[in-house]
């Protein structure tokens, strides 16, 4: 059982930075590939950015290569996504998840209660 909790979500204006932190309960942490994801006002979630267990592999949808980054610390059980060039289309409630196998899609079984990230124009 893996209990998420992110932080780090606000507003920011366009072309500004966040850096958004996902905490995971637990001492198994290393054992679990983490992704982060998002979903906007009557839109589907969708995936973000996903890593291995290491952090030696990383993963972006197309629109925010180049602009976010996925990293994580094992020693402090903690995901996070930095967050540049900011557009007004990134404005989303961000959730990181957690499973044994690569997180790319929404059926990944352990979810944070998400934070809210608005970039305005």
């Known amino acids: 059982q893996v209990q998420l909790v992110e932080s780090g979500g606000g507003l920011v204006q366009t072309g500004g930075s966040l850096r958004l932190s996902c905490v995971a309960s637990?001492?198994?942490?290393?054992?679990?590939?983490m992704g982060w994801f998002r979903q906007a006002p009557g839109k589907e979630r969708e995936f973000v950015a996903a890593?291995?267990?290491?952090?030696?592999?990383?993963y972006y949808v197309d629109s925010v290569k180049g602009r976010f980054t996925i990293s994580r610390d094992n020693a402090k059980n903690t995901v996070y996504l930095q967050m540049n060039s900011l557009k007004p289309e990134d404005t989303a409630v961000y959730y990181c998840?957690?499973?044994?196998?690569?997180?790319?899609?929404?059926?990944?079984?352990?979810w944070g209660q998400g934070t809210q990230v608005t970039v305005s124009s």
């Open positions: 637990g001492r198994t942490f290393s054992s679990y590939n």
């Open positions: 998840a957690a499973d044994r196998l690569l997180v790319t899609n929404t059926r990944a079984n352990y």
């Open positions: 890593s291995t267990r290491s952090g030696g592999n990383t």
